[in-house]
């Protein structure tokens, strides 16, 4: 077993306790392979953010567990590197089994999440107890999930969204002992997060997604007050990006995210973790699309991964100062 203090890592609870207190979210920043962790470990120094490196259960098959853990203690002494240390955080994203958080926990994770959202509601009570006693026992944070988002991102998939019912939250995090709770108000995983039935257009015919519920979010504030609290699917699907991948020979039709508004709101609120993947699959999409248009004979992997880990970098800072209000905060 390797415990995730070997490999220099912290757990999410101080990080979360600050983050409701200032009225910031941490960044949660999903990552498969070098370029996206070099982007991510560049823009937290940067910006001296705090940061959650999560991975999705694909993305753990795809890099492999074994390389996890070393990118994982390597990130840590590359912020060093580049002169400042950023705490980090190492998070499993949307772990479905009792097993597989058993096994990121045993294998350097500081934290794992508990997707029992498409259970039962005492189905997912019993399960997310389980995970948070194990996990606990190792100094592991948990989290969490009540409602069901939308969408398809890496494996996870609903075709409709169930909003959180905040008369259960209270309930939850009592019997469970999560130590936060991701809620559904209305993001949704993906690019393309709504159907064009969902939106309304504008008077040049860009499409507006439905505004989130912030009733919710504050009912379930009210109802476990200082909780934290977590957004999925937070993605705000940049259309300079869309274009740039369309303009590239990409097809990305009626892609569409959560207005940057809508997220520095929520953002202020117990919110205190935000994910984002689509955005920064975007990036890197939209970076390598370009040099491949424009210099058809490229063939050298650094050629194009380079510029997509620079706008990836890029398009992080700008979220962690402008949207997520982490900068200053590691």
Request: overall charge negative; some cysteine.
């Amino acid at each position: 077993m390797t415990s995730y203090k070997e490999l220099g890592l912290v757990n999410s609870k101080e990080l979360f306790q600050k983050a409701v207190k200032g009225g910031y979210a941490i960044p949660a920043f999903n990552f498969n392979n070098l370029e996206q962790l070099q982007a991510i470990i560049g823009a937290c120094v940067e910006t001296k953010s705090p940061v959650i490196l999560q991975v999705s259960s694909g993305a753990r098959k795809y890099a492999n567990q074994t390389l996890l853990k070393h990118l994982a203690k390597g990130a840590v002494e590359y912020a060093k590197d580049l002169g400042f240390e950023v705490p980090i955080v190492l998070h499993l994203d949307h772990g479905d089994t009792l097993e597989l958080c058993t096994s990121c926990v045993e294998s350097g994770f500081s934290s794992v999440m508990i997707d029992g959202s498409h259970h039962p509601y005492d189905k997912n009570v019993e399960l997310t107890k389980q995970v948070v006693e194990y996990a606990h026992a190792h100094g592991v944070t948990v989290e969490g999930e009540l409602g069901v988002l939308a969408g398809i991102e890496d494996d996870v998939s609903s075709a409709v969204s169930h909003y959180t019912k905040p008369e259960e939250v209270e309930d939850f995090v009592k019997k469970t002992g999560v130590d936060s709770l991701a809620i559904s108000i209305g993001t949704s995983h993906g690019a393309n997060k709504f159907t064009p039935d969902q939106c309304t257009r504008n008077a040049d015919g860009v499409l507006i997604p439905p505004p989130l519920r912030f009733d919710i979010l504050e009912e379930c504030e009210r109802r476990i007050p200082g909780f934290p609290i977590v957004l999925h699917g937070a993605s705000s699907v940049p259309p300079e990006l869309v274009k740039l991948i369309n303009s590239n020979g990409g097809k990305l039709n009626d892609a569409v995210g959560i207005p940057e508004e809508q997220l520095r709101r929520a953002a202020a609120s117990a919110v205190c973790k935000i994910n984002i993947d689509s955005d920064g699959r975007l990036a890197m999409t939209a970076a390598i699309r370009k040099v491949l248009m424009d210099s058809p004979a490229e063939f050298d992997p650094r050629k194009y991964l380079g510029p997509a880990r620079d706008q990836l970098k890029e398009l992080y800072k700008y979220k962690i100062v402008n949207v997520l209000g982490s900068a200053g905060k590691a």
